[in-house]
Each structure stands twice: as structure tokens, then as C-alpha cells.
């Protein structure tokens, strides 16, 4: 809340933030920023707890992408010299999802590239197949694009549990941000679709496409509003020759400010930081953690490498004793 140009941040571990607050909050420097980065840790360990929680994906179906998504190394419409390939066999996945269950991840992301595997191709089929036959020790969870309610509905009956698919930015700036082959409404409705068969959603985005503060906030709340169970916080890491790969990486302090920012929206939910925490955060990636974040991706991206798992489970080990510390 704000009274005469002061923000008296503390008290957002009871009340709901606004749009305008929360936008103010992107002006904080020095040792209110510090104070912003201490409530949203104050708000993430009274709705969250202390538990970490982190995913783990795999690139099932890669490049030849239809859609024209600026930041994506898979799209067809630009050349990224990726590697490209058909839906891996289910053989392949089931050792994939073997790997995160002994990494002890809570999910496991089946993400493929395209605009949607539709109900009733082989590609389809299989991927129900391969739910229907994983122990759920680690959740399923499929990005395989747009989805009706009827598709989730038999996903679900075949062992899905999450639906994933990124809102990416706001919706006022969706088209000149992201994408024009498809519209962000066509995102929300696969993720009410999803949402109505009983799935779990995972819906975030990535920061550092040329959107504005206000940009940032208006997506929270769009999330907010949706209800979404988990948020992942990408950093966008310039791909060469996408509309997007001369972009200037986002400074460090845009970063911790937009995840404290999301945990005083967003108090209750997930939220992870994802493609770019290695990279660009580097030596201050604890930071995020104590700025509100409280979940992350193990185990590598799309068309990026992670870290080691051995360095990120020492990283985790030593987080859980400052917060256990912090906890007496």
C-alpha cells in the first residue's frame, strides 16, 4: 500500500496488492529493494512453506514448428540450426521419466514442439499410451500446444495430471511480443479447457522480450485470475536470427524484482525460475530464492543444457539451511 509516495510493503503478507502498487514497486532501489526482496520472502514461506519444488522436461518433439513464436529456437520460420525429430519413442520417454523419478522431481514435462497433437493421430494415441503406463511417483505433466476440453478430458483418463502452456507476456502485447500465427485467447482457452477436465495448469512466461513493467504485471494477474497451480519465470536468453536475438539481457535486479513482485501477487502459488537461471543469474540465483521463488526446472531445457544435477542439489541443500535457519 501506498501513503504520500511511501510503501509500506509489509503490509502485503495479509492484504491483496493492486495493479498500480505493484507497478510502483518496480522503482525500488537500494535498501528498499532489499526490504521488497525480505516481504516477498515472508510472503512465499507463509503460503508456501519451506519446500522446494522442481520439474524436469523433455524435448519430445523438436523444431519444424509452425508458429512464429519470436523468441523460439524450434520455429520453422527461422534458422537456428537446431536439432529436429519426430515424437521420441515411447521407449525413449520411459527412460527419460525413469531419470527425473530417481532426480526426484514432482513432475515431468512431455513437451513437444507444434501447434497441437490432435485427438485421434498416432501421436496422440501413443502419448496417452505413455501416461497410462507411468507410476505417477512423478506426475505427468504434457506441453503439447493448444487442447480442447475434449482432449484433456481423455488425457486426464489416461494418466495426466498438468497441462503446461505459457501465457509468455501480457495479453495487450502478445502479438507484437510472441506470436501471430495463433492469439494468446487461444492459449486461455486450452488452459480453461485443461482446467476443466481437472487438470492441474502450469502457466508463466518469459521476461526480457521488450515488455514493460506494466506488461509484467498485467500477465500476474491474468495468471492470477486464471488460478494457475504453478509459474514458471523464464529469462529470455537472445537466440541468434529470432526476432528476438539481438534483445539486451535483463540486469539482475529486473529479475529479483519481477520474482518478488509475482510471489506478493501470486502469494499461494508456485512459482519457479526456469530457462535462463543458470546463465543470467548465475552467482545470484540464491538470491531468487530469497526474493519469493520456490521452484525450479532439474535436468536441462529444450534446446538448452542445465547445470550438473550434483551442483544443482548442493545448491538446493544449502538453500533449505537458510531457510531453516532463518526459521530457528
Not at 497410462?132 to 505427468?140: E, G, Q, S, Y
Amino acid at each position: 500500500m501506498i501513503f504520500g509516495g511511501k510503501i509500506k510493503m509489509r503490509k502485503y503478507l495479509n492484504e491483496e496488492i493492486t495493479k498500480e502498487e505493484a507497478i510502483k514497486l518496480f522503482d525500488l532501489k537500494g535498501s528498499k529493494l532489499m526490504e521488497l526482496f525480505t516481504v516477498a520472502n515472508e510472503v512465499r514461506e507463509k503460503y508456501c512453506g519451506n519446500e522446494i519444488h522442481y520439474c524436469t522436461i523433455t524435448n519430445a518433439r523438436s523444431g519444424r514448428c509452425s508458429e512464429d513464436c519470436k523468441f523460439c529456437a524450434q520455429s520453422a520460420h527461422y534458422n537456428t540450426n537446431i536439432k529436429e525429430y519426430g515424437l521420441k519413442k515411447n521407449e525413449i520417454l520411459f527412460e527419460e521419466y525413469k531419470r527425473a523419478e530417481n532426480l526426484k522431481s514432482e513432475n515431468f514435462g512431455l513437451v513437444t514442439s507444434g501447434r497441437s497433437i490432435k485427438k485421434g493421430s498416432a501421436e496422440f494415441e501413443q502419448i496417452k499410451t505413455f501416461f497410462n503406463n507411468t507410476d505417477k511417483t512423478c506426475k505427468p505433466c504434457a506441453s503439447i500446444g493448444l487442447l480442447t476440453e475434449e482432449e484433456a478430458k481423455e488425457l486426464k483418463e489416461n494418466g495426466l495430471v498438468r497441462y503446461h502452456n505459457n501465457l509468455q507476456t501480457s495479453v495487450d502485447k502478445y502479438s507484437e511480443l510472441v506470436a501471430t500465427t495463433h492469439s494468446i485467447e487461444d492459449r486461455i482457452e486450452s488452459i480453461k479447457n485443461a482446467k476443466k477436465a481437472g487438470l492441474k495448469i502450469c502457466s508463466g512466461g518469459i521476461i526480457g522480450m521488450g515488455e514493460t513493467h506494466e506488461d509484467r504485471v498485467n500477465m500476474a494477474f491474468k495468471l492470477k485470475e486464471l488460478d494457475v497451480d504453478s509459474i514458471p519465470l523464464n529469462i529470455l536468453n537472445p537466440i541468434k536470427n529470432t526476432p528476438h536475438g539481438n534483445r539486451e539481457i535483463l540486469t539482475v535486479d529486473e529479475i529479483l524484482k519481477t520474482i518478488a513482485i509475482y510471489r506478493l501477487i501470486l502469494k499461494d502459488k508456485g512459482i519457479k525460475i526456469a530457462a535462463g537461471r543458470e546463465t543470467i543469474l548465475k552467482d545470484f540465483m540464491g538470491l531468487a530464492f530469497m526474493s519469493g521463488a520456490n521452484g525450479m526446472l532439474v535436468g536441462g531445457y529444450l534446446t538448452v543444457k542445465g547445470r550438473s544435477e550434483e551442483e544443482d542439489y548442493r545448491f538446493i541443500k544449502n538453500l533449505k539451511l537458510l531457510w531453516s535457519e532463518k526459521n530457528g
